[in-house]
């Protein structure tokens, strides 16, 4: 069998009645809609139900798959402790998801469960649904901070464990849409909300999982929204299969959007390969920026490349420009994959005799010594975009009017806490976030004082 109808739904505990209380009400076609959803699943009678929830356990680096052999939950942190549940998992398809992720070098398993009771992301779907049906297990399936194409992999992968093992499999991706649509709503307003809002159910209803890919971290983020990689993942699961899509609600009115719509498989379709699609498209891309670097970037991406591929430094090659050999000072080199960050690793002031080894040696930190990020695997290359901040003097500010964040860096420093943003970063549009961020970096205290310093780059990107 194959995985046999998706649905993409929203799970705000404000829809169970239980806890809504009569607030539910403010919502009637998000409810009809979870309603008319639970019905289509019991028609389909699948015997397992595989659930993406964005509020499982994640980790930003691996993919958590619930594990063991039932788990429970109610919605008692909702004041509502009469609702409860207890699910069954579906352990053959789970081990089979873990088999084919591991062969896949995809960060996938059941490893690292920090609370084994379920979430309301998952709850909020089976309330409706099983007010219909219960006779299935359950999968549960955490998102990551991986990339879009490593969610899309994932769903893939399940696609084909589904398959493997023979389950009649029905998945529902549960996410929230923006949370910032209304002024008066529990995040507030901006302007991103309603424009994700308008795209996304856009792509879903016509289920052109394609263009998930061209949404932008910015974007997700001021957007505030919830459910983008549950999507995605979802997506995954269709990959080379002709869907027809469905919408049956979309409603913005508590200022959180919540949409519902049904997927229906129809066959294959080779032009609907949209990872592989993709991933032509961003090498080729990316090749041709490679060709037309400049020097410092063409440096940062030899000493990736090398480094990564057999673990040595390069030297110095031949015919950089003078300023790269005779001058000294910091440098930061910041290396992206599929639009996200991948590492940045940098100094402030130099530490080696020119800007040339400067680089070099950034850029193997960057690429296998940030803390944040697992280091860079060969297959990674061909979609790594890479910059190089050449940073000039910081001097010291007396305030943040002296600051432009699209001009300056700054340093936020406290004694021996310090703590650097970059100038001209996507989605840092204030110098009050500016200030922040750098602050929280160098793990200065909210009530603490501290002492600014402006920086300006010159950046080189490919």
Known sequence: ??????????????????????GENQVIKTIESYRE?????????????????????????????????????SFASFRAPSVTFSEKYDTGLVNKICELADKEDLSAGTLGERDPGLDHGTMVPLYFIEQEYKDFELVRVGLSGL????????????ARAVNDTGRRAVYVASGDLSHKLKEYGPYGFAPEGPEYDRRIMEVLSSASFDELFDFSDDLCNKAAECGHRSFVIMAGAFDGIKVRAEELSHEDVTGVGYGICCFYPEGE??????????????????????????????????????????GKKIGIPDGLPEEMLNEKAGAFVSIHEHGMLRGCIGTILPVTGCVATEIIQNAISASTRDPRFSPIKKEELPYLEISVDVLMAPEDIDSPDELDVKKYGVIVYNEYKRGLLLPDLEGVDTVEEQIDIARRKALIGADEPYSLQRFEVIRHEM
């Open 147 to 158: 990339t879009l194409p490593d969610h899309y992999r994932l769903g893939s992968v399940i």
């Open 1 to 22: 069998m194959s995985i046999i109808a998706a649905f993409s739904v929203p799970h705000p505990p404000l829809i169970v009645p239980e806890v809504g209380k009569g």
């Open 37 to 73: 959803v639970a019905r289509r699943i019991a028609e389909l009678k699948p015997e397992t139900i595989i659930i993406s929830s964005p509020h499982s356990i994640m980790y930003s680096d691996y993919f958590h798959i619930s594990p063991g052999s039932e788990a429970k939950g």
């Open 269 to 310: 379709d080779a032009g609907r390969k949209f990872l592989d699609a993709r991933l032509d498209s961003s090498r080729s891309a990316l090749d041709s920026k490679k060709q037309n670097a400049d020097p410092y970037v063409k440096l940062a991406y030899e000493t990736v490349n090398a480094y990564i591929r057999n």
